[in-house]
Nanobody
Framework: VQLVESGGGSVQAGGSLTLSCAAS????????LAWFRQAPGKEREGVAA???????TYADSVMGRFTISEDNDKNTSYLQMDSLKPEDTAMYYC??????????????????WGQGTQVTVS
């Protein structure tokens, strides 16, 4: 599975960004996709995840501000980020866990990762 993120950039606090994660090469029909982020000096943390049936889960810190979605026809996942805060500044990664039925925000189990896209909020 190959994952390619895009859409990062610099934005002022209160602004919005939409990240995209284009997936290719996966043959497993049941999987979960999640967005993680990692700020300098901090551990990687789960932000949002979506299951094969559309079930979603969010970190408390982004609940109500971020929305994860998928376009299966385009094999692309999106992370709509609104009301951005300086503390949202991080490198954002998408990741896939095969044979997943319940989307989770822990890194364990996610075996395929993208290269990341930087989000900076000032």
């Amino acid at each position: 599975v190959q994952l390619v993120e895009s859409g990062g950039g610099s934005v002022q606090a209160g602004g919005s960004l939409t990240l995209s994660c284009a997936a290719s090469g996966h043959t497993v029909s049941t999987y979960c996709l999640a967005w993680f982020r990692q700020a300098p000096g901090k551990e990687r943390e789960g932000v949002a995840a979506i299951g094969d049936d559309g079930t979603t889960t969010y970190a408390d810190s982004v609940m109500g501000r971020f929305t994860i979605s998928e376009d299966n026809d385009k094999n692309t996942s999106y992370l709509q980020m609104d009301s951005l805060k300086p503390e949202d500044t991080a490198m954002y990664y998408c990741a896939v866990e095969s044979f997943c039925f319940v989307p989770r925000l822990e890194t364990v189990g996610y075996t395929h990762w993208g290269q990341g896209t930087q989000v900076t909020v000032s």
